[in-house]
């Protein structure tokens, strides 16, 4: 898939501007904190309707409109794709002082209004990001994160079971906490015990079969960027109280059996924590370069070479499970990287039908400039063709 048309209004740092887009490698220069990063972002949150960098759908409106009666920001697209063509647009809704207007995201496909879970994958985009290192050697959360956005692009089953047990957790803690007070029976539990589990199991299911794709991609990469010098491993650690950790169950409704067990082993433990101790939200992928913890003994280069690695599997995965291939985001990673891995990576990415590039250093990117199907000068919230050489 790929898209020829882009439009963003009152978004970030863009007041208006539309861009036709073709087959192959997109190029858009310019400085830093011109709006590089926010057209990706764009096309991101597209595909996933959620922002790669916004803590708050209010940070992605234009701050010029945010006092005004009703700020709105609207990205608009059309995506050629071999399930058919179709356009999407969101209009992601600021804080206003009319109660009748709800803040948020609204979405339409073809001009119909859809639920998120209906939406969603879409349009699949794969974002690579200098932050992705995080993925390697940040917290357990942002491995999640990276589990669930490349997921729930092809599995609306998965996005739904998230909001599920998003919601049922709010109502679990908060009654284990009313229970560690004296203020409810631990009898209780027994309804949002199954409710949540349930929804854990679809989603520790879904994640154990996608890391399960991922792992030999991703050695493949990662040989591949390294001339065979360093090799990478990725494990999957459920967060089940050590239950049964070892062993991966097949299905989903065991899944949802082993945390059942697990509830009832640390019900004492959760009732005085207050809180839900095992479930995915506390789940994690155990990543080791050639055998050693990625984060504590990889350096930055290895790191970052896991991280781009990761991604690239990402893409294949989304492109064997839509027959389809995503859109291929890279925002200003090209040059942190050395010769031989940058041209490792558009070698890649050249077999997809359609690659967005950002970079503030046109010359160490000189390699794709030719070939460029568009070329674009960003400055200022503005988009003009780029005519360097």
């Given at each position: 898939m790929f898209i020829f048309d882009l439009q963003v209004s009152n978004y970030r740092n863009y007041a208006h501007a539309a861009v036709r887009l073709g087959r192959g490698v997109n190029l858009f220069v310019g400085d830093n904190a011109q709006g590089k990063s926010n057209l990706l972002e764009a096309v991101y949150l597209l595909s996933t309707l959620r922002s790669s960098r916004a803590s708050s759908d209010?940070?992605?409106?234009?701050?010029?409109?945010?006092?005004?009666?009703?700020?709105?920001?609207?990205?608009?697209?059309?995506?050629e794709r071999s399930a058919g063509n179709l356009?999407?647009?969101?209009?992601?809704?600021?804080?206003?002082?009319?109660?009748?207007?709800?803040?948020?995201?609204?979405?339409?496909?073809?001009g119909i209004a859809k639920r998120a879970s209906e939406a969603v994958g879409q349009l699949a985009a794969v974002l690579f990001t200098t932050l992705d290192i995080d993925i390697v050697a940040g917290p357990p959360l942002?491995?999640?994160?990276?589990?669930?956005?490349m997921i729930s692009q092809v599995d609306r089953g998965y996005l739904r079971a998230m909001q599920k047990y998003a919601r049922v957790l709010v109502q679990r803690n908060g009654l284990l906490k009313r229970i560690q007070e004296g203020a409810a029976a631990a009898t209780e539990l027994a309804f949002w015990d199954q409710e949540l589990a349930h929804a854990g199991g679809i989603i520790m299911h879904a994640r154990a079969e996608a890391l399960g794709q991922l792992i030999l991609q991703t050695g493949i990469h990662m040989e591949r960027l390294t001339d065979g010098q360093e090799s990478v491993g990725l494990t999957y650690k459920p967060a089940l109280g050590g239950l049964d950790e070892a062993d991966?169950?097949?299905?989903?409704?065991?899944?949802?059996?082993?945390?059942?067990?697990?509830?009832?082993?640390?019900?004492?433990?959760?009732?005085?924590?207050?809180?839900?101790?095992?479930?995915?939200?506390?789940?994690?992928?155990?990543?080791e370069i050639n055998g050693m913890a990625a984060g504590g003994f990889a350096s930055r280069a290895q790191q970052r070479t896991a991280a781009l690695s990761l991604?690239?599997?990402?893409?294949?995965?989304?492109?064997?499970?839509?027959?389809?291939?995503?859109?291929?985001?890279?925002?200003?990673?090209?040059?942190?990287?050395?010769?031989?891995?940058?041209?490792?990576?558009?070698?890649?990415?050249?077999?997809?039908?359609?690659?967005?590039?950002?970079t503030a250093e046109p010359d160490r990117v000189r390699d794709i400039m030719t070939k460029a199907a568009g070329r674009f000068m960003v400055r200022g919230g503005t988009l003009t063709p780029f005519e360097g050489g």
């Amino acid at each position: 898939m790929f898209i020829f048309d882009l439009q963003v209004s009152n978004y970030r740092n863009y007041a208006h501007a539309a861009v036709r887009l073709g087959r192959g490698v997109n190029l858009f220069v310019g400085d830093n904190a011109q709006g590089k990063s926010n057209l990706l972002e764009a096309v991101y949150l597209l595909s996933t309707l959620r922002s790669s960098r916004a803590s708050s759908d209010a940070d992605l409106v234009r701050r010029d409109i945010l006092q005004t009666e009703f700020p709105v920001a609207r990205l608009t697209c059309q995506v050629e794709r071999s399930a058919g063509n179709l356009q999407l647009e969101v209009a992601v809704v600021g804080r206003t002082t009319d109660p009748s207007h709800r803040a948020g995201k609204r979405v339409r496909v073809n001009g119909i209004a859809k639920r998120a879970s209906e939406a969603v994958g879409q349009l699949a985009a794969v974002l690579f990001t200098t932050l992705d290192i995080d993925i390697v050697a940040g917290p357990p959360l942002l491995r999640r994160r990276y589990l669930d956005m490349m997921i729930s692009q092809v599995d609306r089953g998965y996005l739904r079971a998230m909001q599920k047990y998003a919601r049922v957790l709010v109502q679990r803690n908060g009654l284990l906490k009313r229970i560690q007070e004296g203020a409810a029976a631990a009898t209780e539990l027994a309804f949002w015990d199954q409710e949540l589990a349930h929804a854990g199991g679809i989603i520790m299911h879904a994640r154990a079969e996608a890391l399960g794709q991922l792992i030999l991609q991703t050695g493949i990469h990662m040989e591949r960027l390294t001339d065979g010098q360093e090799s990478v491993g990725l494990t999957y650690k459920p967060a089940l109280g050590g239950l049964d950790e070892a062993d991966c169950p097949i299905d989903d409704t065991e899944w949802t059996a082993r945390t059942l067990r697990a509830f009832h082993d640390l019900r004492r433990r959760e009732i005085s924590a207050g809180t839900t101790l095992v479930g995915p939200h506390r789940d994690d992928i155990v990543i080791e370069i050639n055998g050693m913890a990625a984060g504590g003994f990889a350096s930055r280069a290895q790191q970052r070479t896991a991280a781009l690695s990761l991604r690239l599997a990402e893409a294949a995965y989304l492109r064997r499970a839509l027959g389809d291939d995503p859109v291929v985001l890279l925002d200003d990673v090209l040059s942190e990287l050395d010769v031989r891995r940058r041209r490792g990576v558009l070698d890649y990415v050249d077999n997809f039908q359609q690659t967005l590039v950002t970079t503030a250093e046109p010359d160490r990117v000189r390699d794709i400039m030719t070939k460029a199907a568009g070329r674009f000068m960003v400055r200022g919230g503005t988009l003009t063709p780029f005519e360097g050489g």
